[in-house]
């Protein structure tokens, strides 16, 4: 997943590779660099909460959704259960009416 927004001048993209990771760079290619890189499998889906500078991101084999700042510090899980293959969402609304709408590849019938 590749994502680029104007409005932190960053491009953002998750790799599944070995090891599996996030990374960002300037619009322009420079200042590659890895933000996220402990504790992820299958990093899926991006999304930006521009009003409070944070990155989210989806692991769709962990079967979770994490956040953290634009630099990859002060991680924090936001949900973390019933969550079978996240592969893209967004976060839509202002604080505190904020809403992370998402997709699941499997959905299941309890």
Known sequence: MLYSFSFS???YWTDWGTPPKIERAAMDGSSRR???SDSLVWPNGIALDFE???LYWADAKLDKIEMANYDGS???VVVESHMPHV???D???KIPESFIYFKQRYCTNA
């Open 9 to 11: 001048r960053w491009i």
């Open 34 to 36: 890895v933000i996220i």
């Open 52 to 54: 409070l500078s944070k």
């Open 74 to 76: 002060d991680r924090r």
């Open 87 to 89: 592969f893209g969402f």
């Open 91 to 93: 976060v839509l609304g």
